[in-house]
Every structure is written in structure tokens, then in C-alpha cells.
């Protein structure tokens, strides 16, 4: 059973359009997030939910809105994306906000065109 | 903000030991984290220290000062498998107890 797993794998489309990431736990836990990985493997947090509470919502554009339909969920749209979207999402989760360990899904490489 | 730093690349020798090292800068300073992340996939965790001192597990160790702001991560009999990106993590109250990453060291061990 996959712990952490969000779909699709890879995502390939064009300027403007919309898209979605999907993102789902097994784990039990309260706590998600997104993170942004770039083509330098830098890695960068974009957003936390804490029992589909927002907690965390770090510079992003607002072209970019998570979505929690229950803690177990946590799902990413984009809106007209643009070429610098292009990247590694990781959907992510823990048991509390301050815990030792996240547990990250598999990513999802999404190119723009 | 943040600020972590470690080093870009580095490469050692199958067998040897390799210790790379992340600096950071925090204020509400409430842990620091190491992952491994091989090529393609998603990072896994490695180790955890919020105390000063060493913390081994198995051929990983992690040491921590807090006072300088100073781990490291120290892998010892390196095997080829080992080759992968080690990313340094810390967390804060200052960010809302998420994990920031630092850039990642890209480790290449050699035969």
C-alpha cells in the first residue's frame, strides 16, 4: 500500500492551461503540504493544511490554490500556468505540525510548454 | 527567512567515510533534518537531532551545535549506492514548524 501517493506522474501541457494535482494519505495523519522542487533540486515548501485548516501559505502565486476536501486529501490547481511552473510538485504529510518525520509521495513532474 | 547552506557537490571513494556539512541561520530554531533523495525520486528521511550531540543510526551519523548553527551528516563504509542528493532541513517557529531545505549536496561515490 502506497503511503503517500498523488497522480499523475508526470503532466505535460500547454501555456494558459489548467491543471490539477491530486494527493492523497494512508497514513492517519493531520498534517499536508506541497512542495515545489526546481530543475536546480531545490526544494521549496508552497503550502501546509493541518485538518484541512491552512496554515501555511508561502509566496505563491495566487494562480496556484490548494484545495482539502478532508485531512486525508490535499490537492493542488494551477491556473494559466506559465513556463516557470515547470517543475517536481511533492505532496507530503505528517502526523502533527511538529513532528520528526514527512513522509513525501512520489512527485509529480509537470512540464509547460 | 532562512538560511542554509551545505555544498554543492562532493564525491568519495567506495569504503571511505564522508561527512557534509549544513550551516543555518533561524530564529525559533526547533530541529534539524537530513534526507536522501536519489535521482527520480521522492526524498526519505534520514535523521533527526533538536539537541546538541551525535545521534548514529547504522552507518549514518548527524551531529548538531545549535549555538553555531552548525550539522553535519557523517556516512561511513560509502557504497555505490550512497550516490544520491542529501538534503539538509531545519525547522522553526519562525515558519510555522514546516521544513525548509537547503540546496542539497549531490554525493558521487566511486569505485
Known amino acids: 500500500d502506497t503511503a503517500v501517493s498523488q497522480t499523475p506522474k508526470y503532466l505535460v501541457t500547454q501555456m494558459g492551461n489548467d491543471k490539477s494535482i491530486k494527493c492523497e494519505q494512508n497514513l492517519g495523519h493531520d498534517t499536508m503540504y506541497w512542495y515545489k522542487q526546481d530543475s536546480k533540486k531545490f526544494l521549496k515548501i508552497m503550502f501546509s493544511?493541518?485538518?484541512?485548516?491552512?496554515?501555511i501559505n508561502e509566496t505563491v502565486p495566487n494562480r496556484f490554490s490548494p484545495k482539502s476536501p478532508d485531512k486525508a486529501h490535499l490537492n493542488l490547481h494551477i491556473n494559466s500556468l506559465e513556463l516557470g511552473d515547470s517543475a517536481v510538485y511533492f505532496c507530503a504529510s505528517s502526523l502533527g505540525t511538529a513532528v520528526e518525520k514527512l513522509f513525501f509521495g512520489s512527485g509529480t513532474q509537470l512540464s509547460v510548454l | 527567512g532562512q538560511n542554509i547552506d551545505q555544498p554543492t557537490e562532493m564525491t568519495a571513494t567506495e569504503g571511505a567515510i564522508v561527512q557534509i556539512n549544513c550551516t543555518y541561520q533561524t530564529s525559533g530554531f526547533n530541529g534539524l533534518f537530513w534526507y536522501q533523495q536519489h535521482a527520480g525520486e521522492a526524498p526519505t528521511f534520514l535523521s533527526y537531532?533538536?539537541?546538541?550531540g551525535l545521534e548514529e543510526k547504522g552507518r549514518f551519523s548527524s551531529f548538531l551545535s545549535r549555538s553555531k548553527g552548525y550539522s553535519y551528516l557523517l556516512l561511513k563504509e560509502l557504497q555505490m549506492k550512497d550516490s544520491a542528493s542529501y538534503l539538509c532541513?531545519?525547522?522553526?517557529?519562525?515558519?510555522?514548524?514546516?521544513?525548509?531545505f537547503g540546496k542539497g549536496t549531490s554525493l558521487l561515490v566511486t569505485p
Open positions: 493544511y493541518n485538518n484541512k485548516e491552512l496554515i
Open positions: 532541513a531545519v525547522r522553526s517557529s519562525a515558519s510555522g514548524y514546516a521544513l525548509n
Open positions: 537531532n533538536v539537541l546538541d
